[in-house]
């Protein structure tokens, strides 16, 4: 049943239950304390009394054959108060003076002491002592009456019981009230994510100037929300510039295997330039495709990271470039300041050449007549750094803090012309980050553009 009782519902009721019960346990202690204190109090007054009588009687009393104890009744009949007995035994326990029949007869093998007990509807407090005067020995009884006291403790204890009550449900107000004051931020949350639901991704939480766990949650709920905001945004820019990129090359296959179905099937030069081109355009997409899969696998390799082999950084470096050597002969590589590390690299070798290969195919691409490239590493504390120069047209301030982002080309109309799809140096991008590493670019125009790999070492 609690289960569709709202949280702040259970909140109010289990703290009302919570503060009822520490309410009883309170007045509990304080009926036991009030109780102890009151009959403590009733036995020094009873204490008091009896040592007031002892002294009157030897006072007033007269020995005869040195046993017997001659006091005047008269004398206990005055000095007696109201609900009060005296009572004067001897050894024997015979009763010599008794100025109350209300009071019940004792049992003689009672010790000295106090003693409560009943007389009908009466409740009464007895004490017993000794008592003796000259030669004479016997016991002192004095009995009093406390209804007064029990009086007392029966209001004290309706009152408490009445407390306890009007405490239940002062708490289970007050209760609602500060449960609702307390859970309003997250009422608001609440309205904010229905908002979200229908698509209302821009709606925010307000964030509460009090910097209590709400305000903090408000905080993480709405960088939550710009992240998944942004993420939806990129990959719904993601979708429709993939989808752009693949329709482009299957239009132009789609419109030569027309031309062909027409009256390309005679004419050989029409047949040649349309396989040609069709060709050509299914390359572009196998190498979008490829790379559409590769960022998929960077994206699953994001989320679950397993163990990898560290890789010499100059070793692989030169294994590259002597690569590129062999394919491609007019290129000229510089190789500047080869800094040799002692330290391997924290990067799988595999993922450093990837992003070597698009960075140098990069320069390949988009350098003129003459394409020159330099290398430069050098070593720092925690980082090995890699410096690739190219001699290339240079890349525009108002397109450099872009270039890592995924499909932006500096110049579609020549980066498609060349075979690019805007998506290698956001691979590269992606690749460094994951091992914790860095990415940058310098460019100028006319000049070239400088790529600078900042990669972590191994810490031993």
């Given amino acids: 049943m609690l289960n569709r009782v709202s949280i702040k519902w259970k909140m109010t009721i289990f703290s009302a239950i919570f503060i009822f019960i520490i309410f009883i346990f309170c007045n509990l202690i304080q009926l036991i304390l009030i109780q102890t204190f009151t009959s403590k109090q009733e036995q020094e007054q009873l204490y008091k009394r ?5 002294t009157i009687i030897m006072e007033q009393s007269k020995q005869v054959s040195g046993k017997d104890l001659l006091v005047s009744e008269d004398l206990f009949e005055k000095i007696v108060e109201r609900n009060e007995m005296i009572r004067v035994l001897d050894k024997d326990g015979n009763e010599l003076y008794n100025v109350s029949n209300d009071f019940p007869d004792q049992d003689k093998a009672l010790k000295n002491g106090f003693y409560r007990m009943e007389a009908g509807d009466e409740d009464l407090l007895l004490i017993k002592e000794p008592l003796r005067v000259d030669s004479f020995n016997g016991t002192l009884e004095i009995g009093k009456n ?13 009152v408490l019981v009445l407390g306890t009550f009007l405490s239940l449900a002062l708490s289970l107000v007050s209760g609602w009230f500060l449960v609702r004051k307390l859970l309003s931020p997250l009422t608001l949350m609440t309205n904010t994510m229905r908002k979200i639901e229908d698509n209302q991704f821009q709606e925010r939480v307000p964030v509460m100037e009090s ?4 305000s903090q949650l408000s905080i993480i709920f709405n960088s939550m929300m710009d992240r998944i905001e942004a993420s939806m945004s990129q990959q719904k820019r993601f979708v429709e510039d993939a989808s752009h990129e693949l329709r482009t090359p299957l239009a132009i296959i789609h419109g030569h295997l027309s031309l062909l179905q027409r ?4 004419k050989k030069d029409v047949l040649d330039s349309s396989l040609h081109t069709s060709i050509k355009e299914t390359d572009r997409m196998i190498e979008l495709t490829n790379e559409l899969l590769l960022l ?4 699953k390799l994001k989320e679950v990271h397993g163990p990898f082999i560290p890789c010499n950084g100059l070793e692989t470096i030169n294994e590259v470039l002597n690569d590129y050597q062999l394919i491609h002969e007019q290129l000229k590589i510089n190789r500047e300041e080869m800094v040799h590390c002692d330290t391997l690299l924290a990067i ?8 070597l290969i698009i960075i140098l195919d990069n320069a390949i691409k988009y350098s003129g007549e003459g394409k020159e490239v330099t290398i430069k590493t050098s070593n720092e504390k925690d980082k090995y750094n890699i410096e690739i120069h190219d001699n290339g047209y240079g890349i525009s301030q108002e397109d450099m803090p872009y270039i890592f982002d995924r499909f932006y080309r500096v110049d579609k109309a020549r980066s498609r012309g060349k075979g690019g799809n805007g998506l290698g140096l956001s691979i590269a991008k992606d690749i460094t980050e994951e091992y914790k590493g860095a990415i940058l670019a310098e460019s100028t125009i006319g000049k070239g553009t400088v790529i600078i790999l900042q990669l972590p070492l191994i810490h031993e």
């Fill in 263 to 266: 009256w390309g099937k005679n």
């Fill in 50 to 54: 009896s040592e007031e009588i002892r």
């Fill in 296 to 299: 998929t696998r960077m994206d």
């Fill in 146 to 158: 406390i209804e007064t006291f029990d009086t007392f403790m029966e209001k004290v204890i309706w």
């Fill in 348 to 355: 799988p070798q595999e993922q450093l050449k990837q992003i």
């Fill in 211 to 214: 910097k209590d766990e709400f």
